[in-house]
DNA sequence: AAGCAATATGGAATCGATACCACATTAAGT
DNA sequence: ACTTAATGTGGTATCGATTCCATATTGCTT
């Protein structure tokens, strides 16, 4: 590999002169710049991003924690993050905390040795520790998808979008509407859209059976087994089933067909995500789209305003939501 | 940010003796070493990874190019490649092509810039460009999902997957199967997969008529196109539908779905790649298991065996898959 | 008691870039 | 013609770590 030591040897003039060029800033005359960048492509000369972050102390370089790589949620939202990036010469450094909270701090850590010039965090959590760390570090930081206190942070409008959900199954006549939720941990999908189905009921001054009120963890067994919970184990069946997400939902409509029990006739769905899956599923799922890829966007442009000085205080960004409401109500 | 010198003069030894305990080399007293412990500790010290990069010429990191990020497919392979690197130290910065070819080579050169110590490409393409890059590279470099000559690879069974998919609804009885490809560019999904199936189609001396060979571009939308195409404009009209990758069939499947046509009865389908999707239409869909997790676990082994000095020729690695046959056939 | 290996520590060079300062040279303004 | 500004170029310190070399101390062996 070819230092600028050796394009300066090559061109016949200063290291400095080499940077001048490649950085394009300061007095350069015409032949010095052309011999130089003949250098460069002769040698096929790559310059040092580390040596160069090293003396400007800027890396160029983004930091994005994900819970896991591989779901469509997460991809989505990189997407957007990407997109709005890249258009701004900024990279993406991406890493996986496998949903282990205390892998969140530990990946902080690893990205603040690579020095990077900010750091996009896709919470699931709202850990003492994380904010701690979080208040410590001393580099552009925004939080997606939890209302991190003190942390610039952007959330889907959970509470809304549940309450909307349950509005829209009473609306069609429901009364008797199940609820497939996730453990509290989580905070902006466990209590936040738990709270918006209970106080959409309570408006209505619908009661609420403790058994309708179940707990999955994401997976689509954990949705199928809710939904056997609900029709097998209950004194009152419900009529209508709200997952908190698509995956819990279509994992409950497979229990549904696998019972041959008719959707939306018997029972109404309603899931989380706006998913792939959900629009091909028999029947289609009704669920709420988050537009995750604009989220993911603005995520980057919160960052990109907090490294570009219009500091602009803490924000906390809520975004909008669509309910999709397809052949499963 | 502290540095080893900050930390050094809280702990009353050189800076030396605290890059000593830092990585656990040479001999340090009981005593240094203890007081170095808690220096750091108490400053929240965190290395430079960039100027142990510079120094040490290794960064301990794999760069992966992904055609795109949000893809079922790439989110799989990358978390093989994650947990693999992951338990052995190593992290993975992501880049993007957004299926651009130029990007490739682009992305290459950026990741060099940033000291990589190994690059893993998902190619979609065989692009002579590219193969000059690769070669003029000094560094480890494993391409999945192409065999690129002169590069080490890993790809999977492309030509026997397909022919034995076509082989499978011979063996139904089938014989006027139609085929959703994509184009050439991509050599291994568009003209490997293509041959799989007309071989098999030979070895049965069964026809294939030109009007049965249509092309997508991935999408659902191009799946849904073909298969309206393949029912609606043809003399003689398939009994038996392989799209080479599931998102095609699945398009396809909305078409005849829509049509009112039997799935299996009327025309039976099969797809690639083993996606969720897959599972969860009606009916499901019958395809083709990657086993995308350990195609990158494996190209990470290869990564890794390069890294460590084997490096054992450029070897060309074949994966396994398995047919999984619903009831879409 | 002398010699030598093992243990312990620090100084200084180095990695590859940038940035500040110093110093020429040329052009422009009065 | 002389001052001042603009242009062009190079030397050197610096970023934060590691590594080699030199030196000091200790413990063991003969």
């Known amino acids: 590999m070819p230092t600028i030591k050796d394009v300066a040897k090559r061109a016949g003039v200063s290291r400095t002169t080499v940077s001048r060029v490649l950085n394009d800033n300061g007095y350069v005359s015409h032949e010095a710049r052309q011999r130089v960048v003949e250098a460069v492509k002769e040698m096929g000369y790559i310059p040092s991003a580390h040596a160069k972050t090293m003396r400007t102390k800027r890396s160029g370089v983004i930091g994005v924690i994900l819970p896991r790589i591989s779901t469509e949620t997460a991809s989505r939202v990189v997407n957007g993050i990407e997109e709005e990036l890249a258009a701004n010469g ?31 965090l896709l919470a699931t959590n709202r850990n003492q520790d994380l904010l701690e ?15 991190l206190t003190g942390v610039t942070s952007v959330v889907y409008d959970d509470y809304n979008s549940a309450f909307d959900v349950t509005e829209s199954f009473i609306s069609k006549g429901h009364q008797d509407i199940a609820f497939i939720g996730v453990p509290e941990t989580d905070h902006a ?9 209970l106080d959409a009921m309570a408006k209505h001054h619908l009661p609420v059976k403790e058994e309708w009120i179940q707990h999955g963890n994401f997976s689509f067994e954990s949705g199928y087994q809710a939904a056997k919970q609900l029709m097998e184990d209950t004194h009152f069946k419900p009529t209508a089933l709200f997952a908190v997400t698509d995956r819990m939902a279509i994992g409950a409509l497979g229990y549904l067909k696998e019972k041959q029990i008719d959707v939306p006739g018997e029972v109404a769905l309603f899931g989380i995500g706006a ?22 966007q603005k995520t980057a442009q919160l960052i990109l305003e907090q490294l570009t000085g219009k500091v602009g205080e803490k924000e906390k960004i809520k975004l909008n939501y669509r309910l999709i409401k397809r052949d499963s109500v």
Chains 1, 2 share one sequence.
Request: avoid cysteine; hydrophobic fraction near 40%; aromatic fraction near 6%.
């Open 90 to 120: 900024y990279q993406i450094l991406l890493t996986n905390t496998q949903l282990k909270p205390e892998k969140e701090i530990e990946n902080i850590k690893l990205l603040k040795s690579r020095q990077v010039d900010g750091i996009i």
């Open 133 to 147: 760390t979080i208040a410590d570090l001393s580099i552009p930081f925004v939080a997606l998808g939890q209302e």
């Open 189 to 197: 999908v466990g209590v936040v859209r738990k709270q918006g189905y």
């Open 275 to 296: 998913s792939d899956l959900s629009l091909h599923v028999t029947p289609p799922l009704s669920t709420v789209d988050y537009f995750n890829e604009d989220a993911g």
